[in-house]
Each structure stands twice: as structure tokens, then as C-alpha cells.
């Protein structure tokens, strides 16, 4: 899977959420999408999951665009959305047969069952997404995600509602996914737990592009350009 | 997997999330029956005006009922951010207008049925043998309402108020299907056969057609602007 992203800019009115953005990633890369509040962090990952048009600019995913009408790409891309995406009223089990069946992925009950095992909510399977605790269904969409393999998973400051297995469980999950040469691209504010994990970071500062390079160590040039967004102390 | 695989799916997975929670039914079934009752003591219906007050009547009941199982068609996809769960997926938005469609169609027959046998014994009214011509007439008449009334709801959608705007965008694009539904109950009780109704039939008949598939052609498009 290669991700191709060129000028690509979005406008809600008068205001430029993010502007002139390209990118090139190649199979198995790890972005980590940093920056402060308001930065378009948010705004790019619903451009790259189509769930907002561009203003400007294209979107391709192994040369093919990411337009309205192209369900098989759309069927490569994933957002995992902390406790989002889920229906309430369907059990852990139902929730992930019914997105398993949209992606035409006909997973056995004992495969959704081995998923679940994996995010330790086989005992919960029975149980409406509803009951669940934010951190819980976060594990959800982790199986689901784990099930519905996609080639570029967009993740939306996914750290928040985890405990400590659960961060786990996530990372060995990205570390697995970006092995099998899938693009993921992680929106976080837990800078530290990013930058161990990506294979290049992305600073984003009021909708443009700040900082974009591969990870290195020591990383002079990254500490440099993140430094303007540190906290002050509040003195 | 195919538009009709993907419609059944979802379609499936309404009629679960209803069973469950009961809303939309519950709410239909009672506010149509409690509209009965209060036109069945505001009307004093005299013998030789029911052909002409009894459709325009039952109509009137069934476009209040429905617009309020349409302001909740979309409750689910609104919860969790659910709708963009969908659009995300590979999902032909064509499916989902007709899983929504079909949805809504099931909830609406679901309280006509009780409705209309219920409307004939309170304005007790005789001719119980053209409740099947009117059920027939009822249901083209409520395909119409449902097909315009789910690319409504999905225009409505994300509007703040979109409980009022609704019925102001759907009731008049409504009034063609209003009219030839009135029309054809009117004929059949007037006459006991559909007679000179044929041609309001088949306005009813190109109606459902034409907006069925203008629905699956132009819902990719009404639910992502």
C-alpha cells in the first residue's frame, strides 16, 4: 500500500484548516501526527478516511483515488476512533459480525471469537458495546480493526482511554500491522509513546505542514521544531 | 458483496436495533392511534361525506406518524458517530437508502395495518370488503412517502433543527403522492372498484418507480454534502 497526497488544503469558510499538504509514504511506514490544538490533525485524517471532500488537492492510495465513488479503495482505509463507530445496541459479538460482513470479510464466529480473545473481551461478547467502558470499546475497535486488516489505519488519539494492557495490546497490534506493510498514520498527544513507535513524524501548526521528516537518533531537528509546542511551566 | 446483499444487511441490523429498543414502533403506533381519537371526537362525520373525509382523514394521521418515525430513522447512525462508521466502509450509499427505505416502509405498514381497521369501526363505517383495495392503495402511497421521506431525513440530517425542517421540505414534495392516495381512496369507497382512479394509480405506480431509483442514484451524494 502507498499513500500519494498532493496539495492537499481544506476550507470550512473562510478558514483554512489545513493548507498545501503533500506527502509520500511507502508500505509498512508509521507516521506519528503530531501538533497542538486546532492544528488540522483531525481534519487531515478525516480527509485521508474520506469523510470530508478537499478543498484542494488529491488523495491516491496505490495510484487510485480516494473519491466518493470508489468503494475498494474506501474498503482499504480504517479509522479507529476511541469508543466510536460502534452501535450501542448491538453485543461485542454482533457489532463485530455486522462490520465484518460490510467489509465482505465473512469472519467465522470462532474467528470474531479469537479476535476478541486477542483484546481480552471474550467473557463481554454477549454484552451490549453499550455497557462498555471507553476503554473496552477501544479494545473493540481494536479486533475490529485487527479483523478488517485495512491498508492504511488512521487513528485518532487512541492513548486517552486505555490502561496499561490495553496500550499494549494497541501497539503490538500497529508494530504487527505496519509489519505486513500497511501505512498507519497515529494522531496522539503522547508525544513520547508516538515517537517510539513511528517510522517518521508530522508537525502540524495551523494547518500547515511544520515539521515532516524519518525518524532518526538523536533527533536534533525534531526536539528543535516540537520545542515551540512544550509547555511553559504556566508561569 | 452486492447493493442488495449490503441493503439486507443493514436492513437487518435496523430491525434488530428496533426490536431492541422499541422507539420508533411504540411511538408510530400510539401517536397514530391517539390521532384517531381525537379526530373521532372533533369529526362528526356524516354518512354521505365519508368517501370524501375519510382518506384526506387517515392520510392526514399517516403523514404525522411518519414524519415522526422518519425524525428517528437516522438515530442510530447519529449515536457513536455511527453514520461515518458506514461511510467509511465499502458500503454502497445506494444500500443504505434502500435499507433505510425498507425500514421505514416495514415500521409504516406495521401501524397501518392496526390503523386502518381501527379507523373503520371508530367512524363506524361500512365496506369492510374494500379494505384490500384500499390497503393497496395505502401501500403504493406509503412506498412514495418513504422513498422521499428517507432522502429527506438524509438532507435534514445534520440541519440543527432538523425536527421542524423536515416536514417543511417533505409535505411539499409530498402533495403529489397525497393527492392521487386521496384520489384513488376516494373512488374506491365512492364506487367500490378503482374505476376512474386508474390514472392516479399510475401517477402513484411512476411515482414509487421514478423516486426509488432517483433515491439510489443520488443518496451518495445527499448523505456526504
Known amino acids: 500500500m502507498r499513500l500519494t497526497v498532493k496539495h492537499l488544503a481544506k476550507a470550512y469558510g473562510y478558514l483554512w484548516a489545513l493548507r498545501h499538504l503533500d506527502l509520500a509514504l511507502a508500505p509498512g511506514e508509521f507516521v506519528a501526527l503530531l501538533g497542538p490544538n486546532g492544528a488540522g490533525k483531525t481534519t487531515l485524517l478525516k480527509l485521508l478516511a474520506g469523510l470530508t471532500t478537499p478543498t484542494t488537492g488529491a488523495i491516491e492510495l496505490d495510484g487510485r483515488p480516494l473519491s466518493a465513488g470508489a468503494a475498494a479503495v474506501r474498503g482499504q482505509i480504517g479509522l479507529l476512533a476511541p469508543a466510536e463507530h460502534l452501535y450501542d445496541q448491538l453485543t461485542v459479538l454482533e457489532n463485530l459480525r455486522f462490520f465484518s460482513a460490510l467489509y465482505d470479510k465473512g469472519s467465522s464466529t470462532g474467528a470474531l471469537q479469537a479476535a476478541l480473545e486477542e483484546v481480552g473481551l471474550a467473557d463481554r461478547a454477549g454484552e451490549f458495546s453499550g455497557n462498555l467502558s471507553a476503554g473496552m470499546k477501544c479494545r473493540l475497535s481494536i479486533a475490529k480493526w485487527r479483523l478488517l486488516d485495512p491498508g492504511l489505519l488512521l487513528l485518532d488519539e487512541p492513548y486517552g482511554v486505555l490502561d496499561g494492557n490495553g496500550i499494549d495490546l494497541l501497539e503490538a497490534f500497529l508494530r504487527a500491522h505496519c509489519a505486513k506493510g500497511h501505512i498507519v498514520i497515529m494522531a496522539s498527544h503522547h508525544v513520547a509513546r508516538a515517537l517510539n513507535l513511528c517510522s517518521r513524524a508530522l508537525i502540524l501548526h495551523q494547518g500547515r505542514v511544520h515539521f515532516d521528516e524519518p525518524k532518526q537518533t538523536p533527533w536534533p531537528g525534531f526536539d528543535r521544531a516540537f520545542g515551540d509546542f512544550l509547555p511553559r511551566g504556566g508561569l | ?225
Not at chain 2, 421521506?149 to 421540505?169: D, F, M, N, S
Not at chain 2, 390514472?199 to 448523505?223: E, Q, Y
Open chain 2, 1 to 225: 458483496m452486492t447493493l442488495v446483499k449490503q441493503a439486507y444487511l443493514l436492513l437487518c441490523k435496523d430491525l434488530l436495533l428496533e426490536l431492541r429498543r422499541r422507539d420508533s414502533l411504540l411511538t408510530m403506533f400510539f401517536f397514530g392511534t391517539l390521532l384517531l381519537f381525537v379526530f373521532h371526537f372533533a369529526f362528526d362525520m356524516p354518512p354521505d361525506k365519508v368517501a370524501e373525509l375519510a382518506p384526506a382523514l387517515l392520510w392526514l394521521a399517516f403523514l404525522f406518524t411518519g414524519t415522526l418515525g422518519l425524525a428517528q430513522l437516522f438515530q442510530a447512525e447519529r449515536d457513536n458517530h455511527c453514520l461515518d462508521g458506514l461511510l467509511l466502509s465499502p458500503l454502497d450509499r445506494g444500500a443504505l437508502f434502500l435499507a433505510k427505505t425498507g425500514f421505514n416502509l416495514m415500521l409504516m405498514l406495521a401501524v397501518e395495518v392496526v390503523v386502518i381497521p381501527l379507523f373503520w369501526i371508530l367512524f363506524n363505517l361500512s365496506g369492510w370488503n374494500l379494505l384490500p383495495q384500499l390497503f393497496l392503495v395505502t401501500l403504493l402511497g406509503t412506498v412514495g412517502f418513504c422513498v422521499l421521506g428517507t432522502i429527506t431525513a438524509a438532507i435534514t440530517l445534520r440541519a440543527r433543527a432538523r425536527e421542524l425542517l423536515l416536514p417543511l421540505v417533505l409535505f411539499p414534495l409530498m402533495i403529489p403522492v397525497i393527492l392521487a392516495t386521496i384520489r384513488c381512496m376516494e373512488t374506491v369507497l365512492k364506487t367500490g372498484s378503482f374505476g376512474d382512479a386508474t390514472p392516479w394509480l399510475r401517477l402513484l405506480l411512476g411515482f414509487d418507480v421514478i423516486f426509488l431509483t432517483i433515491g439510489v442514484l443520488i443518496f451518495d451524494w445527499v448523505i456526504e454534502s
